[in-house]
């Protein structure tokens, strides 16, 4: 089995559980046992399909000011911790590489396998969220249509992101590929690099 087939059921049940209520203060309630890649990855796709909500209420041309700086400040810390997941998951990769004879003709590739998994991740969100719009029954035939057209193209790019995800995790398997973990080093969370934190000390 691949790593994108073992993403598959993950992601699609984590972005279900949620649809359950439909609602971000929801608790989560990850099935898979602590320490696993498998709790990891529903964690991943569980905050990013939080964190999808979050994106569409802040965008409610009514909302309250003051509920959208809290909701403002949720989104931070939201990404925050999705990009500490994507770490972990990295981490579970160089783990699981570590003894790897890394060949002398070997390249890095433009982004580590976490972050494909991640942009995976969200266009699990986007095909759900956009066969939605396809199964509306209170929307035009134009929308529909329109809908469609965007959903054949997100699945077609499904099976080629999780084809590339699988293929470089081979080739690093293989020595063909090494990894680099940079940390994100978010310079605006930081009290001491964000300028508007520390001169107010």
Same mark, same amino acid.
């Given at each position: 089995?691949?790593?994108?087939?073992?993403?598959?059921?993950?992601?699609?049940?984590?972005?279900?559980?949620? +649809?359950?209520?439909?609602?971000?203060?929801? *608790?989560?309630?990850?099935?898979?046992? $602590?320490?696993?890649?498998?709790?990891?990855?529903?964690?991943?796709?569980?905050?990013?399909?939080?964190?999808? +909500?979050?994106?569409?209420?802040?965008?409610? *041309?009514?909302?309250? *000011? #003051?509920?959208?700086?809290?909701?403002?400040?949720?989104?931070?810390?939201?990404?925050?911790?999705?990009?500490?997941?994507?770490?972990?998951?990295?981490?579970?990769?160089?783990?699981?590489?570590?003894?790897?004879?890394?060949?002398?003709?070997?390249?890095?590739?433009? $982004?580590?396998?976490?972050?494909?998994?991640?942009?995976?991740?969200?266009?699990?969100?986007?095909?759900? +969220?956009?066969?939605?719009?396809?199964?509306?029954?209170?929307?035009?035939?134009? +929308?529909?249509?329109?809908?469609?057209?965007?959903?054949?193209?997100?699945?077609?790019?499904?099976?080629?992101?999780?084809?590339?995800?699988?293929?470089?995790?081979?080739?690093?398997?293989?020595?063909?590929?090494?990894?680099? #973990?940079?940390?994100?080093?978010?310079?605006?969370?930081?009290?001491?690099?964000?300028?508007?934190?520390?001169?107010?000390?």
């Amino acid at each position: 089995m691949t790593f994108t087939q073992i993403c598959d059921p993950i992601f699609r049940q984590a972005i279900d559980n949620y +649809h359950v209520t439909d609602n971000v203060d929801t *608790p989560i309630n990850n099935p898979f046992e $602590e320490g696993t890649i498998e709790n990891r990855l529903y964690l991943k796709c569980w905050i990013d399909t939080v964190q999808w +909500h979050f994106e569409d209420i802040i965008r409610d *041309p009514n909302i309250d *000011p #003051v509920e959208a700086l809290t909701l403002k400040r949720r989104i931070d810390k939201s990404n925050q911790d999705r990009t500490d997941l994507v770490e972990q998951i990295d981490s579970y990769f160089r783990e699981k590489y570590a003894d790897v004879k890394v060949l002398d003709s070997a390249t890095i590739n433009t $982004e580590s396998p976490a972050w494909a998994v991640d942009r995976l991740s969200i266009l699990y969100l986007k095909i759900y +969220h956009m066969q939605e719009q396809v199964s509306r029954t209170d929307a035009e035939a134009a +929308h529909i249509q329109k809908c469609q057209a965007k959903l054949d193209v997100l699945l077609e790019q499904r099976v080629d992101l999780s084809s590339a995800i699988d293929q470089l995790l081979a080739d690093i398997e293989d020595g063909k590929k090494y990894m680099k #973990v940079y940390r994100q080093m978010k310079m605006y969370n930081d009290p001491s690099t964000n300028p508007i934190l520390y001169q107010q000390k």
